[in-house]
């Protein structure tokens, strides 16, 4: 079952701005922040150096200065972006609707992460891959199949079961949603869960609004 969103909606169920959980989902695993924090650290710091030392002497002093220290603030404004970037994505569709349907099937993978050289105790550098179990949801109702959602697994995630109830929104570039284009992440009721790979919603609005529309 699809009810398409009044206009305005989309708007106040994805924001513009990025919050708390997409701040935290695009700042991304702890050898990604590392990165950011070294770029942030080695570009600020050179911009800064520069700028002191060209201070008086050139016009481009204070735009090194201005560099520099938005560099430094990198490791903030980075996810912030990105996650802005993401939000634009869906937010440009011009027909979004609230699904209501269920967990058709379910299944997992493992899916490679990250593979990088490291030494091992000889000193050969040898090839370690990182792996992670995702879980998906293939979403039907009585149309047939929708679309899935996947995302990596997690305990709490063994509960899911085939029929559960699942509301998601849908969005689409055609006003009769003969295509789908994108889901957002998903809620699933009866198990008061939340899944997905990232968090579009505002979640508690979202909730709020099926609460309205799915009486």
């Not at 993401?86 to 058709?104: D, H, K, M, S």
Request: positive net charge; glycine residues 6%; contains cysteine.
């Amino acid at each position: 079952m699809l009810i398409p969103l009044r206009p305005g909606e989309l708007q106040r169920l994805i924001p513009a701005v990025a919050t708390g959980p997409q701040f935290n989902a695009c700042s991304g695993d702890p050898r990604k922040l590392l990165q950011r924090v070294l770029i942030s650290v080695i570009v600020g710091v050179i911009s800064l150096l520069v700028s002191q030392t060209l201070a008086f002497r050139s016009q481009f002093a204070p735009i090194l200065l201005v560099v520099g220290v938005a560099a430094l603030l990198y490791v903030l404004w980075g996810p912030i972006i990105e996650a802005g970037r993401r939000n634009a994505t869906l937010r440009r569709y011009p027909a979004a609707a609230i699904f209501e349907g269920e967990v058709g099937d379910l299944f997992t993978q493992e899916l490679l992460e990250e593979r990088r050289e490291q030494a091992d105790r000889s000193g050969r550098l040898q090839m370690v891959e990182n792996r992670r179990t995702w879980l998906s949801l293939e979403l039907e109702d009585e149309d047939g199949y929708l679309g899935r959602v996947r995302f990596p697994m997690e305990k709490k995630h063994q509960q899911i079961r085939r029929g559960m109830v699942v509301r998601t929104l849908v969005l689409s570039d055609r006003k009769d949603f003969s295509r789908i284009s994108a889901l957002t992440d998903a809620w699933l009721p009866e198990g008061k869960l939340w899944v997905g790979e990232y968090p579009y919603l505002l979640r508690p609005a979202f909730e709020e609004l099926c609460l309205r529309r799915l009486r």
